[in-house]
Every structure is written in structure tokens, then in C-alpha cells.
């Protein structure tokens, strides 16, 4: 089975920048889609972004306009480049992958989170004031 690793999060003060990689140990490139969720204690993971197999982007209402997801075959890692950064964005950060035909799902929105079959251990995020 393939593995997906994040890393990339850390703590930063509200306004600020963070990049997050994924990096997958199988092909990305034929994946249908990839994605972004963050989940906060108590909560359900939100889905934040997600990439189809076309380079196709939706985001979440909350970070348009502020995040972007992109994906570099050759790599086998997708991103997710965060910027103006929030209190309200903290949380942790999974990518994930093996949506296959539920890939769109979200349509105009990310592909939830349930969807993907395979998904990473998460890295944290900090926004702090």
C-alpha cells in the first residue's frame, strides 16, 4: 500500500506564510485527484483544496483567494502554499489520494475528506496572534 507523508507545518503569527509538502510514495501523476483536509479537536476534517489530474484546483470559501494547491509530478509531492494565514486556520493538515471516481465530488468545493482512500499522519499548523 502507498504512503503519503506531510510535512512543512509549524507555528507562525497571524498574517503570515507556511508551506506544506505531501510527498507519496506511489505515482501522483495518475492520481485523479489529490486534496488538503485540516481537522481541529472535536471536528470533522474540512476539506481545504484538491487537485485533479488535469492541474483543476477548487478550494474551500474560507481560503480562496488566500491558499494554493499545486502538485509536482516529477516529485511525486503536492503543496499547499498558505498565505495571510489566520487564528481560524489552525489545526492539522493531511493530504490525501485514491478518491478515484468520487474525485469532484465536492464540486465547486474540495473533495471531501471521507473520499480518499489513502491518507497521510498529518502535520500541524499554529496561528498565532
Do not use: H
Not at 510527498?23 to 471536528?43: I, K, L, Y
Not at 489530474?53 to 494554493?68: C, D, K, Q
Not at 493530504?95 to 468545493?109: I, L, S, V
Request: hydrophobic letters at 30%; a negative charge.
Amino acid at each position: 500500500q502507498g504512503q503519503l507523508v506531510e510535512s512543512g507545518g509549524g507555528s507562525v503569527q497571524a498574517g503570515g506564510s507556511l508551506r506544506l509538502s505531501c510527498t507519496g510514495s506511489g505515482d501522483t501523476s495518475s492520481a485523479n485527484c489529490m486534496g488538503w483536509f485540516r481537522q481541529t479537536p472535536g471536528a470533522e476534517r474540512e476539506p481545504v483544496a484538491s487537485i485533479d489530474i488535469n492541474g483543476r484546483t477548487t478550494y474551500a470559501e474560507s481560503v480562496e483567494g488566500r491558499f494554493a494547491i499545486s502538485k509536482d509530478n516529477a516529485k511525486n509531492t503536492l503543496y499547499l502554499q498558505m498565505n495571510s494565514l489566520k487564528l481560524e486556520d489552525t489545526g492539522v493538515y493531511y493530504c490525501g489520494t485514491d478518491a478515484f471516481d468520487n474525485c469532484g465530488a465536492g464540486w465547486p468545493r474540495p473533495t471531501p475528506a471521507y473520499f480518499y482512500k489513502l491518507q497521510g499522519q498529518g502535520t500541524q499548523v499554529t496561528v498565532s496572534a
